[in-house]
Nanobody, 114 residues
Framework: QVQLVESGGGLVQPGGSLRLSCVVSGINFSDFDMAWYRQAPGKRRELVARISTSDSLNYSASMKGRFSITRENDKSTVYLQMDNLKPEAPAQYYC????????WGQGTQVTVSS
């Protein structure tokens, strides 16, 4: 069974940075694309970034240039580096395995506010 454990969220000021981590278990991590999604209250969950098994990258247009997704296969971990964060409503960030459609993890909350 796939398990996704996100961490690294918190409160950050506008313009600041955060690095999210997601440890994945239950699969051969290196065989699968990984993605980060986010969901704000009252809004649909949206794709933030995706990284393939060969490190091809795909970003949401609004995050491109500010966010960076990376992976460490030997640690079964995917990261999301978020820079120059903009003030917005708190959002829950989730990592995901698009090709498997597993249950969502608990996510990690990110709040950008002064």
């Amino acid at each position: 069974q796939v398990q996704l454990v996100e961490s690294g969220g918190g409160l950050v000021q506008p313009g600041g940075s955060l690095r999210l981590s997601c440890v994945v278990s239950g699969i051969n991590f290196s065989d699968f694309d990984m993605a980060w999604y986010r969901q704000a209250p009252g809004k649909r969950r949206e794709l933030v970034a995706r990284i393939s098994t060969s490190d091809s990258l795909n970003y949401s247009a609004s995050m491109k240039g500010r966010f960076s997704i990376t992976r460490e296969n030997d640690k079964s971990t995917v990261y999301l580096q978020m820079d120059n964060l903009k003030p917005e409503a708190p959002a829950q960030y989730y990592c995901y395995v698009p090709q498997l459609i597993p249950p969502w993890g608990q996510g990690t909350q990110v709040t950008v506010s002064s």
